[in-house]
């Protein structure tokens, strides 16, 4: 049984958390790692329920966000978010501190907190996101709370290969070599082709949306 290593990826919206989530498991995946990535508990509610979860309904998102990594037992546990953002969040818009205790302490279980950095474009995606303007204070607020607990983190920075590098460097890891991060974006734009959705919230990539209109209109789509 592979030993259990737990990833943390937070970070204020629109700052390429999935995308890195997404990236970094198949990359270890494909170095012969067992890893399972924990998607964001938030994005499925409101996906599901149509809203914005209300203030007295954080905690259980924020407990179900834990609960998703407490069940995995081995190998590498790569969670997008953890309970430290929705108690952000409530901080933020609700002005109610209470969620930090449960939070910080679940924070306190992973081996690394990546932390993504702001310097990727915020794109609007539905009910989610509240706007570019909110990012600067979450960032401030996600970084204040690791920092009054303790815990250390590395922010990472850059777009597409350079991201991922610096967060296999942060994570004490090689980074992937130019000829393999080809390979695997040509695979993903094969699979892709305008078929199936084109998920532009998980990608930092500014050359992904030429590259998959160029192509559509070389098909006289």
Not at 31 to 39: A, C, I, K, L
Not at 83 to 100: C, I, K, N, Q
């Amino acid at each position: 049984m592979s030993p259990l290593r737990r990833i943390a990826i937070v970070g204020a919206e629109c700052t390429g958390k999935s995308w890195l989530a997404e990236t970094l498991t198949q990359v270890l995946t494909q170095r012969g790692e067992t890893v399972q990535w924990v998607p964001e508990v938030l994005r499925s509610w409101c996906a599901r329920e149509g809203r914005t979860p209300r203030p007295h309904e954080q905690m259980a998102i924020a407990q179900r966000q834990a609960d998703a990594v407490l069940s995995i037992t081995h190998g590498t546990v790569i969670s997008d978010t953890t309970p430290l953002m929705t108690a952000v969040y409530s901080h933020m818009l609700f002005e109610d501190e209470g969620l930090y205790p449960m939070a910080l302490t679940h924070q306190q279980l992973f081996d690394t907190t990546l932390v993504t950095g702001l310097d990727l474009p915020w794109v609007a995606d539905g009910l989610q996101r509240d706007g570019p303007q909110v990012r600067g204070p979450v960032d401030i607020l996600v970084r204040q709370a690791l920092d009054r607990s303790g815990l250390r983190y590395r922010v990472v920075y850059g777009q597409g290969h350079k991201r991922l590098n610096n967060a296999l460097l942060a994570l004490g890891l090689p980074g992937e070599d130019e000829a393999a991060w080809r390979t695997r974006q040509n695979a993903q734009y094969a699979l892709n082709e305008g078929r199936t959705p084109w998920l532009c919230e998980k990608c930092s990539d500014p050359d992904c949306e030429h590259r998959l209109f160029t192509g559509l209109l070389q098909r006289g789509d």
